[in-house]
């Protein structure tokens, strides 16, 4: 077994421990992921791992199929749930638009036009999760998204090769798992002192 094998086992393995708890708390009622974004997530990240398939990246893409597969069962739980509804103005935005592109990657002769693309519309897709977050900052679960930001982390370091097709999407979604932790730390400590 290769380096980027073990690597690539590592990062299927943490997404299965991951998303174990969060789905755990979603049925718990602990956690109430907003629905929308998981959509949007479900939807970008089984895409981009095609595209991703397309562009070589190898064995280092299978956590994120595995990834989208399991992203679009908790939408469907959020949905289910009930976990949170509440649905904006600018939630119903970030989903249109997010829906609106996703025929991009079947058009782009490039793979890395289409990750580029979904990239983008996955990061709009925190949107509603940003300000369910800021929000009502314990209702997510921050060992989640530490977990998936190390979990990119270990899909970068298993790519079988490296381009803005293969690279974007993990580093993309690892960074914004770091600040989506910094976010919920500060409203937690900021609700804690009044």
Avoid at 78 to 91: E, L, N, W
Avoid at 92 to 118: E, H, K, N, Q
Avoid at 133 to 158: C, D, K, M, Q, T
Wanted: charged letters at 10%; glycine letters at 6%; hydrophobic letters at 55%.
């Amino acid at each position: 077994m290769s380096i980027k094998d073990l690597f690539s086992l590592l990062a299927v393995a943490l997404t299965f421990i991951g998303f174990a708890p969060y789905i755990r708390a979603i049925h718990k009622g602990t956690t109430k992921p907003h629905v929308f974004s998981w959509i949007i997530w479900g939807l970008t990240t089984s895409v981009v791992f095609f595209a991703q398939l397309s562009a070589d990246g190898g064995r280092g893409v299978i956590a994120i199929g595995v990834s989208g597969a399991i992203t679009l069962y908790i939408a469907a739980l959020a949905y289910r749930h009930k976990a949170d509804v509440s649905i904006t103005q600018s939630d119903w935005l970030f989903l249109l638009l997010a829906l609106s592109s996703l025929p991009a990657w079947y058009f782009a002769a490039d793979p890395s036009i289409a990750v580029l693309i979904l990239t983008t519309v996955d990061l709009l897709g925190f949107g509603p999760t940003l300000r369910k977050a800021y929000l009502h900052p314990f209702e997510e679960n921050l060992s989640f998204f530490a977990l998936f930001a190390l979990r990119n982390g270990l899909v970068i370091a298993a790519l079988s090769h490296y381009s803005l097709a293969t690279l974007l999407f993990p580093l993309a979604v690892g960074i914004s798992c770091l600040l989506l932790i910094v976010l919920l730390l500060i409203r937690r400590r900021s609700l804690a002192m009044t």
